[in-house]
């Protein structure tokens, strides 16, 4: 689609020939006639990251141009200058689940139950052996020309970035498309959901995204830059920064109620305990929440270094250094409970599954503890670089960059392994056992363990 503003004139309104798609054994085309042709579907405008208005049909979109003239003071602008008009054109068969109303997905989980468009040359997934189920598939390529740039996981939903900045929400049950905005400056950490509102941070600001209504709101103006997700909790929300600063804001009068400052950079998101704040970035600090007094803070002894972030999980709080020792803190207190040398500095978040601590390190390793009753290694698994999910029995990692392996959590066992192609992106569920890949052409699909 192409917008061209004339002086003195509404801009011109060309569509240009659009790519043909198969679904099942129809196929559509979107663009040209057959999208002068299509029923009512969603468009948005956008304007610097912000969203100005959402139009509904064509008709709408028509009205739009005349009532929205190309002006200095007005027109829609991408971060290059050039016009963005942000258009979906869908046609009555929706190409993702849940834009149009009771549609089926595109492609059926029985049509994709290998997944082979996942996978490099003739290998692909045998889910029944592996005890995976194909959750949903979904083709973000059929509605953005741009490949996934990075996945991120709330409690309800699977949130896609593309490099152009455009930010896609769906349900992270059903894989049907929900919403999208359009943020010139991209998101700086993972967004945070707090029920229909997902938050997010662009370019210092505070963005907030009512997925029920597809309004976009700039909340806040952060004066630091901000490394870490939010932390929200009533009228409060607590924001992050690479230079250890943590600042709590007022959301019914947007002032800032305390500030905050540690001796490193705080790179995961904050915790809560009770009426507490707990933060890693350098040393650990605990504050009030509400009033942003000290409670307490620690720093390992020196010359060891923070290396990690924190858990907390019945009353302690776990965290590493860079000489591969374990902490185990009291969170009332701030005391060493107990500490065991693991060898390897440790990285990343601890993570726990019932009452044991998945712990990586970056020799790299992942290693499970037990934190209950006899404190000791239970076992390691080597060249784990990230925890994809987990169940009560069985973690699903990343080994490397490109394969994806399940660890029986009892005795570290590897129970599988599989590669994907080069440049595919994963994220998981922080609380269950589900995680998603998407490839370079904007497929994503989910899979579950099986029950």
Known sequence: ??????????PACRFRRGPTYTTGRHKTRIGGAAARAAPRAPFCLTQDGAMVTFLRSVEDLQKSLFEYPQTEGNRAMSSDGRTALVLFLLSGIALLPGIGSAVEPAVSPAEVSEVSQLSPANDVFDLNQEGLRLLWRAELGDITETRIKALYTTSSLVVVETPSGEVHVLDAATGKWKTMVSLSHGLECAPVQDAQKLYMISHNHLYALDIDENK?????????????????????????????????????TWRQNWLATMTGSIWEQPLLSDHKLLAAGGE???????????????????????????????????????????????????????NTNLKAPIVGKPRVVQDTLLVRTNAPSLLCVQIKGERKVLWEQEEVTRILA??????????????????????????????????????????????????????????????
Not at 1 to 10: D, F, P, T, V
Not at 225 to 248: D, F, M, Q, Y
Request: aromatic share 10%; with cysteine; hydrophobic share 40%.
């Open 216 to 252: 976009l709101e700039q909340l806040y103006h952060v004066l630091f830059s901000v490394s870490a997700p939010p932390v929200i909790r009533g009228e409060h929300v607590a924001l992050a920064g690479n230079n250890g600063h943590v600042a709590s804001v007022d959301t019914s």
């Open 284 to 338: 650990v600090l605990c504050v009030q929440w509400d009033g942003g007094d000290e409670e307490w803070r620690w720093a390992p002894p020196k010359p060891a270094k923070l290396s990690s972030s924190i858990e907390l999980y019945d009353g302690e709080v776990y965290v590493g250094d860079n000489y591969g020792v374990l902490y185990a803190l009291e969170a009332d207190s701030g005391e060493v409970d107990w």
């Open 390 to 451: 987990s169940s009560e029995n069985i973690a699903y990692v990343m080994k490397g960059a490109r394969d994806v392996s399940a660890i029986l959590l009892k005795t570290g066992e590897e129970l599988w392994r599989d590669r994907l192609p080069p440049d595919c992106i994963t994220a998981g569920d922080p609380e269950g056992p589900t995680f998603y890949v998407g490839d370079a052409t904007g497929a994503l699909v989910a899979f579950q363990e099986v029950d």
């Open 1 to 10: 689609m192409q917008i061209r503003a004339r002086r003195g004139r509404a």
